[in-house]
Every structure is written in C-alpha cells, then in structure tokens.
C-alpha cells in the first residue's frame, strides 16, 4: 500500500473515531466467510459501520487521544472495528448475540466516550444499556405519566358524581325496573 492511500485511510479512520459514540474492537480470526457476511448484515441492520483495519493505522488515527495507549494494548492480530454512531450499545448488542452461535468471534477492547473498556465489559455493561429506542420509550412514559394522572383527578369527581346519581336510583326505584317488567 503506498504512503498517500496510508494517509487517506487514517484521514477515514480518524474522521469515523470522531464522529463515533462507541466502537468496539474485535479478533474475527477463525470466522468463515459466510459468517463474517453475517455479521456485516447484522451490524448494518443496527446502524453500525464495520471495517477492518490494520493495527498501525489505527494507532496512527487516535494518537492524539488519551486514551490512545489503553487501546495499543488491545491492537495486535486481525481487528475489526466497529463504530456505533447513534446507540453507544448497537455494536456491542449485535457483537453478544452473534457471539451466541459463534463463539471465535472475540472481543478486543471497547470504547465509549473516551474511556477505554475490557472485553468483558463490553460484553457485561456497554451490550446491556438501554438503546436509543428503550431510551425514548422510558423518556415518553416518564412525560406521560404526570398527564395521566391530572386528567385522572380531573375526571375522579365526575365520575365520583356518576357513582353517586346510580346509588340514589338505585335506592329509589329498586334499580332499573326489570323486576316489574317480568312479573
């Protein structure tokens, strides 16, 4: 690979690790093509940009960031890297399942805002957040639920009302007239 198309590819991989929430690291050694296809199709189903990179031209691409060393240690063999750029966890959800079925895919290292995590805890802590979606639901119920509430109290004393119109009918006419009808 010559020098300039060295250049443009860390210029790419800088850009992605810029833009990014969360990537996460991984060893596909071992995995067939088929399987490796796979995964592609799942990450792009998620929203997440897979690419593998050699290991020279990533730490040429974070360099310049603190938690650059942390990662050197995780960059040796064949990586893979995935970047999430909206869900932090959609790679690292994706990652877990497959790993269900196919246990070489390995996991190097993650990252998600500047702190650099171990596999494990890719696997542990950044795969089981609450995505983008679960977020949003649990944000509209929590938005929702005081307005339910004030249009239950607006409601209780009406319906409080009602309560009470049906008892005094009840006492009064022994209920809907359907006793004098039948006899």
């Known amino acids: ?13 800088r850009e992605k690790f810029a833009r990014m929430t969360s990537a996460v690291f991984l060893d596909f050694k071992g995995l067939n093509v ?11 189903k998620s929203g997440v940009e897979y690419r593998v990179v050699k290991n020279t ?7 310049e960031h603190p938690w650059a060393e942390g990662l050197s240690r995780s ?9 999430s750029y909206e869900d932090p966890s959609a790679a690292a959800k994706v ?15 993650g990252l998600i805002e500047g702190q650099v995590l171990s596999a494990e805890a890719v696997e542990s802590q950044l ?8 977020l949003r639901a649990t944000l509209l119920a929590t938005l929702q ?9 607006l409601n209780a004393p009406l319906q409080n ?6 008892a005094k009918e009840d006492a009064a006419g022994g209920g809907s007239g359907e006793v004098g009808a039948a006899g």
């Open 95 to 109: 990652v877990k399942a497959f790993r269900k079925d196919n246990q070489k895919l390995q996991v190097k290292a």
């Open 127 to 134: 795969a089981t957040m609450p995505g983008k979606d679960e």
């Open 34 to 44: 088929e399987a490796v296809t796979n995964l592609r199709d799942e990450f792009r």
């Open 145 to 153: 639920a005081p307005l339910q509430q004030f249009v239950q109290q």
């Open 57 to 63: 031209l990533v730490h040429h691409a974070v360099k």
């Open 75 to 83: 960059l040796t063999g064949m990586t893979g890297v995935a970047w």
């Open 161 to 166: 009302f009602v309560y009470l119109l049906k």
């Open 1 to 13: 690979m010559e020098r300039s198309q060295k250049e443009s590819i860390v210029g790419t991989v």
